[in-house]
């Protein structure tokens, strides 16, 4: 780092670190939303998965949206592993299937990957039904040194739609979203679409030039 890059501002010539004015959080939980809700990745996916969606072993591994809830809550409000439940912000709402997991009490997650392009809509849930959207129940507004909306908070409630019957959540066993209970639901694995097969020959046979070689 060149020091006369910074000495018009700072003598030293070190670079000058602005420090920004603490704001208070936009949104708490309270009563009628008493869950904080936190959006995020998931290893298998890249932001809205037009690719990775598209990788069978991808998609097969985290299909669809869930929403993970810790022991502590789970078992206070009588759910478990697979049950179908609504998140409700002030902004909006979405459907998953309910992951027991070891996060904080009080707190609630939801990939933000899932929305739409893949559904018989193309910009919306099929037939009207329940969003998967994260996006759609977070806070959008902007930082003030950024601009960037916040796309990542906001306090919710969690209500039961219906039982598991024997489903569990649509999310990988790996990584954080592992299950509090290893044996609440199938294993995460590639299975033989993880393999790839090399055919040798093909490049000779399509005339084709091998790496570091001439065709």
């Known amino acids: 780092m060149d020091p006369v890059e910074y000495r018009s501002l ?13 704001i208070e959080p936009h949104e708490m939980p309270d009563e009628r939303y ?9 290893l298998y996916h890249f932001h809205t998965r037009t690719k990775t969606g598209r990788v069978a072993q991808l998609d097969e591994a985290a299909p669809d949206v869930w929403v993970e809830i810790s022991t502590a809550d789970a078992d206070r409000l009588g759910l478990g592993e697979g049950d179908l439940v ?19 009490p009080g707190l609630l997650f939801v ?3 899932y929305g739409y ?14 969003g998967r959207a994260a996006n759609e129940t977070t806070i959008t507004d902007w930082d003030p ?8 908070t906001a306090a919710a409630d969690l209500t039961l739609v219906a039982r598991a019957d024997g489903r569990h959540a649509p999310a990988p066993t790996t990584t954080a979203s592992a299950p509090a209970h290893p044996d609440a639901a199938p294993v995460t694995a590639g299975g033989r679409q993880a393999y790839a097969t090399q ?3 093909y490049g000779e046979a399509q005339g084709r030039a091998e790496p570091g070689g001439t065709s």
Do not use: C, M, Y
Not at 10 to 22: C, F, M, R, S, Y
Not at 117 to 130: L, R, S
Not at 145 to 152: E, G, I, M, T
């Open 145 to 152: 040194a950024s601009k960037q909306p916040l796309f990542k």
């Open 34 to 42: 008493p869950f904080q809700l936190s959006t995020g990745r998931t």
């Open 86 to 104: 609504k998140v409700t912000t002030p902004r909006g709402g979405l459907e998953g299937r309910l992951r027991v997991t070891g996060i904080r």
């Open 111 to 113: 990939p933000f990957h």
């Open 199 to 201: 055919n040798p020959g």
């Open 10 to 22: 700072n003598p030293d010539g070190k670079a000058v670190l602005k420090a920004a004015a603490d």
């Open 117 to 130: 392009w893949d559904t018989k809509e193309g910009d919306g849930p099929d037939g009207g039904g329940p």
